[in-house]
């Protein structure tokens, strides 16, 4: 069995653990032993036995606490927790020279897939404006969505010059190497992300919508179980999925 921690009480982390309560093998016995649920209480983390991954989908305030836990223990970590600045990023980078992680924004197959198209699509639209937009349920905290930041980092490695641009607003004309983010907060929509070509005389969206969040817990944990057996390192989905 795979002796794992989750980092959070709240949707995501209730999930993951009902999620990985019923995973089984080919013999009908259990894959995952938690042994650890973690909430806002953090020196709970200090004194969580050592596990073999540990699944984060919490918030930024605990990213000192899991990479301390990750030092102490070897743990491999499972990070899905998004608004991360990019000095917190490459502390994990460096996290991975030591221990098994893999961070990503979005833990859907469908996302990941949706990242290449982007990519091909850029490449092949070269010229169209791009524009993209995420909606998400009203209690989410950051904004832009880590998916959308992931996506638009899809247009710019094919667009090296490209810059973000957050909403708008004012009188500004839209400038050719833009990149339009745009968040909507609404109801309970589990996650919605469009990515939009467009010239004056044709509109091209890609559009990914995620029905159920179960689908993100079930990817996490795919990705726990692909890391206990991996060498140190920083890996992504593209490492999951294989070529």
Do not use: W
């Amino acid at each position: 069995m795979i002796k794992t921690v989750i980092m959070g009480t709240g949707r995501m982390g209730s999930l993951i653990r009902t999620t990985a309560e019923g995973v089984v093998d080919a013999a009908g016995q259990p894959v995952f032993n938690i042994v650890a649920q973690i909430g806002f209480d953090l020196s709970e983390l200090e004194n969580a036995p050592a596990a073999d991954v540990i699944i984060d989908f919490s918030n930024v305030v605990t990213f000192d606490a899991v990479v301390a836990y990750v030092e102490r223990t070897g743990a491999a970590l499972v990070s899905g927790t998004t608004g991360y600045t990019p000095e917190q990023m490459d502390r994990l980078r460096e996290l991975g020279q030591n221990a098994r992680v893999m961070h990503s924004g979005n833990y859907s197959i469908g996302i990941a897939a949706l990242r290449h198209l982007v990519a091909q699509a850029t490449r092949e639209l070269p010229g169209f404006d791009c524009e993209i937009v995420e909606t998400h349920h009203n209690q989410k905290v950051d904004a832009p969505s880590g998916t959308a930041l992931m996506l638009a980092d899809a247009v710019k490695s094919q667009r090296p010059d490209a810059e973000y641009v957050y909403g708008r607003s004012g009188q500004h004309k839209r400038q050719p190497n833009e990149i339009g983010i745009h968040s909507l907060r609404m109801g309970n929509v589990v996650g919605e992300h469009e990515v939009i070509f467009a010239t004056d005389n044709q509109t091209i969206t890609l559009k990914h919508q995620a029905h159920d969040r179960a689908l993100f817990a079930e990817g996490a944990l795919t990705a726990a179980g692909f890391l206990v057996g991996q060498p140190a390192g920083f890996y992504h989905m593209d490492d999951l999925l294989g070529p």
